[in-house]
């Protein structure tokens, strides 16, 4: 009996002292990074095991490149009888996606001045962008975009004139709604604005009533000549391009837009039930398309 209760002593004291050897070594391995003891009713220590980091996936070469290469600034160009407030959507998505974005609010009181305003906003540029624009900022686009700077070219339901065309004869190729209607007014001085009561169904259809009417009251008057202005030298014609087609557009006739695009070779998508409003209603499709130029223009 003495014998046994010797041997169970003597058992006890090499756990004990294995036990604190190895929480000694655990700790030490802990400190790696590594981890520690598997202890069983806290008598014998069984097992020291290892756990290792998690995995994290592994990015490509090529994407890492693209995002590097991937032009960071971008310019917004408002169209006629508006104002750049209306690329607030636009805006805070490619912000929020790590853009620079600079609004250019041209004045609209003539074709020169426009192209003029876009330009001194492109001077302003750290480095290439890419150009965009709605509407009447096509064309304004089309003879700006010619800049250095300028690496590519978006359209949103936008005119996309070639050299010696202006848009007003381009719009007749495919007349649009409005063009049939009797909504666009004039003023005494020269200048046209939407009949605020019909702003709605032709500018903004998609929009809800209030907001298409505070967009009515709140719009930019732009000068008769400037759908006339002819273009010098098309910036389309030497830069990668993209095209937005809004199909329920009644401002532009949509099949307008697609020839313009066919005929520019431009990467194109299509909006469906869109107004002419859509970079103010769809502003997350018409963002993804600036990304995209901003991500294949060179």
């Known amino acids: 009996m ?56 592994s990015i490509s070469p090529a994407a890492v490149a693209n995002e590097e290469d991937r032009i960071r600034n971008i310019v917004l160009v408002h169209g006629a009888w508006a104002d750049g407030s209306g690329w607030k959507g636009v805006y805070d998505i490619l912000v929020k996606d790590g853009y620079n974005v600079s609004i250019v609010q041209e004045p609209e009181t003539s074709f020169q001045d426009d192209v003029a305003a876009t330009k001194r906003v492109l001077a302003q540029q750290d480095g290439p962008c890419i150009l965009v624009a709605h509407s009447y900022g096509g064309a304004v ?7 250095p700077s300028v690496v590519g070219l978006v359209y949103v339901a936008a005119h996309m004139p070639d050299a010696g065309e202006n848009e007003a004869d381009d719009g007749k190729r495919f007349p649009s709604d409005l063009s049939k209607s009797t909504a666009i007014k004039k003023t005494a001085d020269g200048f046209t604005y939407l009949d605020p009561a019909r702003f709605h169904e032709y500018f903004a259809a998609d929009l809800p009533a209030e907001q298409a009417a505070f967009m009515a009251r709140s719009q930019v008057l732009n000068a008769a000549d400037n759908f006339k202005a002819v273009i010098t030298t098309p910036a389309w014609r030497s830069k990668p ?58």
């Open 2 to 57: 003495e014998r046994i209760v010797r041997s169970l002593v003597t058992f006890t004291r090499w756990t004990e002292e294995t036990t604190r050897h190895l929480r000694s070594f655990a700790q030490r391995r802990t400190s790696l990074g590594m981890v520690g003891l598997i202890v069983i009713s806290g008598i014998a220590p069984l097992a020291v095991a290892q756990v290792t980091t998690p995995h994290k996936p």
């Open 141 to 147: 686009i089309t003879e700006a975009g010619t800049d």
């Open 241 to 298: 391009s993209w095209m937005l087609v809004a199909t329920k557009d009644r401002t532009i006739n949509p099949d307008l837009e697609r020839w313009y695009a066919t005929r520019a070779n431009s990467h194109k998508v299509e909006v469906a039930g869109a107004s002419h409003s859509v970079y103010v209603s769809r502003p997350k499709e018409v963002a993804t398309l600036i990304e995209e130029a901003a991500s294949h223009a060179r």
